[in-house]
């Protein structure tokens, strides 16, 4: 085997991988020494043999693990540790709890005591450079679930490393609710009112609850709300965020924000007849005009800032001290995030075509630079302007929590996390060490996209992952979940083997790494323990066989889509195959609606964006849609959910609201525990909100529904379908 291939299976990459179609995929030499590179590996023979051995040796030489998972259940715990032979030796230990994770209930005090090294069990041992390495099982006390730091030193030695005590499961639906449940989906920008700015907001949102709970609805699904880029609305993908550990604050009612009634000059602005007209303008048009929107929100919080930095000890000693307690308990990380949204708003400001901290001077590429700290300095009211939004963002949204809760919804908000961060962003400048610049996470071809994706998102380095003790992830969880009654993470999948594009190549020609999942999934059952949120994994395309059970097991639920829910005659599955454990739905966010599908909108885009691979292939979709038309029409009568007299055309397709409803009655007799309805399905609307490996060829994240919110109730396919989810899932 070549010393570059030795690397690549060490490190993680996948020699191969089964196709969506069954086919062997060989991975491309070029691809594994581009992206072993951009890991930061250096290629020459020598250099390759020094990092081989290293990574064969490092087992040896560490004396303590990176991390170590402590598995809750297990009556006894063990660490393995590895030290040089010995005739005797004394090792003493200490586990501390770790402050800065540690929840209001605590974790007690420190845990200490001694062994001596020649009485513990031996388990492995070797030579290396003439020294001989015993492996020894170190005993661990009993630990509740939570962080810790485990501390060994004898008189020659001294390490230290994470101890992370977890659950086997994530915390049960059935907790929530032992009644099966429903709830609806949306897309926060979406959503249409008498009140918002022509985008919607937090407001929106709260009133869509309080309204969805009065009709026995358990929870609302949104999409991602992590930060994208305030200087570039025009940046609009939610799952391409800045950030995955802070908020979208275009998404602030303004109006809503606790200084604005007492604020003169934000009042008088907006009350303008200009201020008027403009946001007239922005709600007038029919799609979402983000920069419009950006340009209205912005300029009143600015005014609404100054006004709190100005009379903050006289006039909100209330406000300041809360926004101290949100500074205090986010820290570095807070800073560090408004510190870039300063700068990329300063260099956009000298410099056309500034998009991220790489368009910046050199100098200011390194949060740790010299540079950086002087710009601190000298630019600390902006730095604090930012922190300001992202309390207001906060605040609104953790009122609509609490909404949740004051009107006992079973689940409350359903939050997605994106699989990853763009590339220019906060979290990728904040951690350089932590991502591989230049290669994309993306997707294999499968049927819906027989070219592959390339998302655009930085990857995480897996073995930099472990060696931060996976507090990137913990923060990335915990910063979702402190909101959410439940948490979908997109492309589960990628948690344990994703898919990376390597600098310069196809979509088509990625490599699968491997990461450590049976850690992962423990550390997502100990936060979702924590904070009581359910999680939810799509699993949805090219996902090996048992990957759906392996995430069941843990406690996570599965997503079941109906549209790929067929046995491979093109029938659809009965939903009594779907595992209680698991969410229904008719489509997500990248799939057609079941509007657009039944009419044949999507195979129309796909065609006239070029996104078959050959003609047959968009040839043969168009032709077997008619049969799959007719099998959903079986399926609905063999189920007795439709009435068959009122089942809508066929040829020429045409839609109707007796197949809206018998779809969701259809989904409702399923064992999943969790049904979820789109907005998109309930209106009937024809457009999807995103067709994957498009940006602007298509009208994805900007459409408006509609009807505006204070209307919604009153359509009567909202009737019909809410009507058919009390009688099929009751409270």
Not at 691 to 720: A, C
């Amino acid at each position: 085997m070549s010393l570059i291939k030795q690397l690549a299976e060490l490190v993680g990459f996948h020699l191969s991988y089964r196709g969506a179609f069954g086919d062997k995929v060989i991975a491309k030499d070029q691809a594994r020494r581009a992206l072993l590179k951009a890991m930061g590996f250096d290629l020459d023979d020598e250099s390759l043999i020094k990092a081989i051995t290293l990574l064969n040796q490092k087992q040896w030489l560490n004396i303590l693990p990176a991390v170590h998972i402590v598995k809750l259940e297990e009556q006894q715990h063990f660490i393995k540790i590895s030290l040089p032979k010995t005739e005797s030796l004394l090792l003493q230990w200490k586990v501390t709890p770790d402050l800065e994770n540690e929840f209001e209930d605590g974790l007690g005090s420190d845990i200490a005591g001694s062994v001596e090294i020649n009485s513990l069990q031996l388990i492995d041992e070797t030579d290396i450079d003439e020294t001989h390495y015993c492996q020894y099982l170190l005993p661990l006390p009993v630990l509740e679930q939570g962080y810790y730091q485990l501390n060994i030193h004898t008189d020659k030695v001294q390490a230290n490393c994470p101890l992370i005590s977890t659950p086997k499961m994530c915390y049960s639906p059935q907790k929530a609710s032992a009644n099966k449940m429903w709830g609806l989906t949306a897309q926060l920008y979406s959503l249409r009112s008498n009140n918002n700015w022509g985008i919607g907001d937090f407001t929106d949102l709260c009133e869509l609850v309080e309204t969805s709970v009065t009709q026995q609805a358990s929870t609302i699904g949104l999409n991602p709300l992590h930060p994208l880029y305030q200087q570039n609305p025009a940046h609009r993908s939610p799952y391409s965020p800045s950030s995955r550990c802070f908020l979208n604050t275009l998404y602030i009612d303004v109006t809503k924000v606790a200084n604005f009634e007492s604020c003169n000059m934000a009042k008088v602005k907006v009350n303008s007849k200009t201020f008027q007209q403009n946001i007239t303008a922005a709600k007038a048009s029919e799609l979402v005009d983000y920069p419009a929107v950006a340009k209205l929100k912005y300029e009143i919080t600015e005014l609404l800032f100054k006004d709190f930095d100005d009379n903050k000890k006289d006039t909100y000693p209330l406000m300041s001290a809360e926004f101290d307690d949100f500074k205090q308990k986010h820290g570095k990380d807070l800073q560090r995030f408004a510190t870039f949204d300063a700068l990329n708003e300063h260099f956009n400001l000298t410099e056309k075509n500034v998009y991220g901290w790489s368009d910046w001077p050199t100098n200011f590429q390194d949060p740790n630079n010299a540079e950086v700290g002087k710009f601190q300095l000298s630019h600390a009211s902006r730095i604090e302007y930012f922190c300001f939004l992202q309390w207001i963002a906060h605040t609104q949204l953790n009122a609509v929590t609490q909404c949740t809760k004051d009107k006992d919804m079973a689940i409350g908000l359903y939050l997605d996390l994106a699989v990853g961060c763009d590339g220019s962003g906060v979290d990728v400048w904040s951690d350089k060490a932590l991502y591989v610049a230049g290669a994309s996470i993306g997707a294999p071809p499968d049927g819906m996209n027989p070219l592959g994706q390339n998302w655009g998102l930085t990857p995480i380095n897996p073995i930099a992952l472990q060696t931060q003790g996976y507090q990137p992830l913990v923060k990335a969880l915990r910063s979702s979940m402190q909101y959410a009654g439940a948490l979908r993470i997109d492309h589960i999948l990628g948690l344990m083997r994703q898919y990376w594009v390597a600098p310069g190549m196809a979509a088509d020609e990625g490599v699968y790494i491997s990461f450590p999942f049976d850690d992962i999934l423990r550390i997502i059952a100990l936060e979702s323990s924590r904070n009581n949120c359910i999680v939810i994994g799509e699993d949805l395309g090219n996902v090996p066989d048992g990957f759906s059970e392996t995430i069941q097991n843990a406690g996570l639920l599965s997503f079941k889509v109906m549209f790929f829910e067929r046995w491979e005659s093109g029938l659809f599955k009965r939903p009594e195959n779907f595992p209680v454990q698991s969410i229904s739905t008719i489509a997500t966010h990248d799939t057609a609606t079941l509007s657009g599908w039944w009419q044949g909108r999507d195979l129309a885009w796909r065609e006239q964006l070029n996104l078959y691979p050959n003609e047959e292939a968009g040839h043969a979709d168009r032709s077997s849609r008619a049969g799959e038309r007719q099998n959903l029409i079986a399926a609905l009568e063999d189920l007795k959910v439709i009435d068959i007299s009122k089942a809508p055309q066929q040829e020429p397709a045409l839609m109707n609201t007796e197949l809206s409803v018998a779809v969701q009655k259809y989904l409702a007799t399923s064992p999943s525990h969790i049904q979820l309805i789109p907005l998109e399905d309930v209106l009937e609307i024809a457009e999807q909100v995103n067709i994957p490996g498009t940006i602007d060829q298509h009208p994805n994240w900007l459409q408006k529904l509609p009807v505006m919110l204070e209307d919604f109730w009153q359509v009567n396919s909202v009737k019909e379908i809410i009507q058919a989810m009390k009688e099929a899932r009751p409270n």
